[in-house]
């Protein structure tokens, strides 16, 4: 059997710790029997042959910006059977300029609401609400996430503008405040497959710190993600 190749992409934005944060999941990809190559930079995704012996693509690449080029070769592997997943501003807070990058995620991050302003002393704790993700009925017969039950976190909650082609698989709901204004709460999609070509995406929008990746039910979400994401047989 031929070993499956992981591409590791990271940078942009240092406050999600994209070296610290994908390192945390090498060695469960090399555990699991992956060849695993690492990149600073989206240039790799330009190169056709290096994106077609990918099986899998892990971004963690907050904001930053890339080429036409660098997007349509991403496209285009996906469409091919190459796996994409990453999680919170790594995959859906990507490259605001670009819409074919949204169009192939299909989730959008927004914004994450904070705390009641007289509450807000200037960090980035303002904005750790306490919220729960709720697991949805596909999610509970779906193999990333059958077994996991609901889970309290306190961290942002992602507001995430989407389309109806994503399969949700856990979703939460931002509530309304006397300072928001929103008039009703809002639900957004949490964690999200999409059917690409013969490609799989899996997104998860926690993980805006270490210590959110870390916990069991987000790790375990996001390594089975990769497994599930990675490509099939039918793609090869």
């Not at 964690?191 to 870390?214: C, K, Q, Y």
Request: aromatic share 8%.
């Amino acid at each position: 059997m031929t070993q499956q190749r992981a591409l590791v992409v990271r940078g942009g934005w240092e406050g999600h710790q994209p070296v610290k944060a994908t390192e945390l999941f090498l060695p469960f990809l090399e555990r699991s029997g992956y060849a695993v190559r690492v990149e600073e930079s989206t240039e790799v995704y330009a190169d056709a042959a290096a994106m077609a012996e990918t099986d899998l693509v892990v971004q963690c690449m907050t904001m930053s910006q890339i080429t036409a080029e660098q997007v349509a070769g991403l496209s285009a592997a996906v469409v091919a059977g190459t796996g994409f997943t990453g999680w919170h501003g790594g995959i859906v807070d990507s490259f605001r300029a670009s819409s074919e990058y949204l169009h192939l995620v299909g989730g959008q991050f927004a914004t994450h609401p904070g705390l009641e302003p007289c509450e807000r002393h200037g960090g980035p704790e303002d904005n750790f609400l306490p919220h729960t993700v709720r697991v949805t009925d596909l999610g509970r017969e779906h193999p990333i996430t059958a077994g996991i039950e609901d889970f309290d976190l306190v961290t942002e909650q992602y507001w995430v503008l989407h389309d109806d082609l994503i399969d949700v698989l856990a979703e939460t709901t931002h509530p309304t405040q006397a300072w928001h204004p929103w008039h009703r709460p809002v639900t957004s999609p949490a964690i999200w497959t999409r059917l690409w070509g013969a490609g799989r995406v899996v997104v998860t929008t926690p993980g805006h710190s270490l210590d959110v990746l870390e916990h069991p039910s987000v790790r375990t979400v996001i390594e089975r993600g990769m497994l599930w994401a990675t490509r099939t047989a039918s793609a090869s």
